[in-house]
């Protein structure tokens, strides 16, 4: 099994975290005879640091590192939401019970690896979990476009009654040229092409022209009429 034969379309990078130098220096081997891409790191910090800097698809992290427990380096990488793609996977000697492991899926991993492990049975596990990951980014970059499509939907369908761009009215009687070069009422218009509802009314200068014996007292009532 090895990278190219994952769906992903680079070789996946890992982040390979050990304080053994051993166990890290033969996993490093195994990983980068399947021709995937390895990084290393020692320690908690190192491995904080090192997904910051290089944003690795999988993370395989000891469950027992010097400065701080792995399980707590799983909780912080998960907790980061510019993070949120990067898979974590616990590995330990020693801490291999049903219950570690449980605690370990509790802080967030994404799986659980024992050693002693066989190559074969080590590349396998690392290309499942690869392919969840892929099937997992798949789906959160349909999901962003829909989501993007949707806003799109929804903009689109807020324009479709709001008026834009030039409007020929005639000066005389208030008529507005239509796309098709026809001359509709005001009121008429504004009834087809947006949302607004129109009502009747007179303004204070109408009301002093056309009723001219008004009082002034009477022109808010004539307003709407």
Known sequence: QTAKDSPMNNPPKILAVDDDPRVLLGTVRILKGANYEVIEAH???????????H?????????????????????????????RRTFVVLTSGNQTSPD??????????????????????????????LRIKKAEDDLL????????????????LGRIKTLEGILS??????????????????????????????????????????YPGISEGGEEDAGEK
């Open 141 to 156: 970059d349909e999901k962003g476009k829909v989501e993007k499509l949707n806003a799109e939907l929804m903009e689109t």
């Open 169 to 210: 009215i005639c000066m005389f009687c208030h008529k507005i040229r239509t796309d098709g070069d026809m001359w509709e009422k005001l009121e008429i218009y504004l009834l087809e092409h947006t949302d607004a509802m129109v009502s009747h009314g007179m303004c204070p200068e109408c009301a002093k022209l056309h």
């Open 55 to 83: 944003n690795p698809d999988l993370v395989l992290l000891d469950v027992v590192i010097p400065d701080m427990d792995g399980t707590e380096v799983c909780r912080i990488i998960k907790g980061d939401p510019k993070r």
């Open 100 to 129: 570690d492991q449980a605690e370990g899926l509790d802080y967030g991993a994404d799986g659980y690896i024992n050693r002693p492990f066989s190559i074969r049975e080590f590349l396998s596990r690392i290309a499942a979990i």
């Open 43 to 53: 320690n908690g910090r190192e491995c904080l640091d090192a997904v910051r800097l």
